[in-house]
């Protein structure tokens, strides 16, 4: 069983900037693609972003050119930068894993973690 704990969430005025985290346990990081999700208020799940093993990367429209997925095999964790957030970027963001990497692009995993909050308001 996959232990995943986001953080690094908040408050950020339109414009800002914030980077938040995903550390991994229960499962050999390595060989697992990694997902950023997101549900706002009302809002289905979405796939934000997603990174392959090998650093293979795909983004939601909404979010290119302003965010980035990366990861860290020797920290177990996978992170999101967040640039020129919009208020429409405001938002539960979760992670998730799985070692087939159409998997992270379905997005449809049986269990998530808490979620951390990101609130982008003036």
């Known amino acids: 069983q996959v232990q995943l704990v986001e953080s690094g969430g908040g408050l950020v005025q339109p414009g800002g900037s914030l980077r938040i985290s995903c550390a991994v346990s229960g499962r050999i990081f390595s060989v697992n693609s990694m997902g950023w999700y997101r549900q706002a208020p009302g809002k289905q799940r979405e796939l934000v972003a997603a990174i392959g093993t090998g650093g293979r990367t795909n983004y939601a429209d909404s979010v290119k050119g302003r965010f980035t997925i990366s990861r860290d095999n020797a920290k177990n964790t996978v992170y999101l930068q967040m640039n020129s957030l919009k208020p429409e970027d405001t938002a539960v963001y979760y992670c998730?894993?799985?070692?087939?990497?159409?998997?992270?692009?379905?997005?449809?995993?049986?269990?998530w973690g808490q979620g951390t909050h990101v609130t982008v308001s003036s």
């Open positions: 998730n894993a799985h070692p087939f990497y159409g998997a992270v692009l379905a997005g449809t995993f049986d269990s």
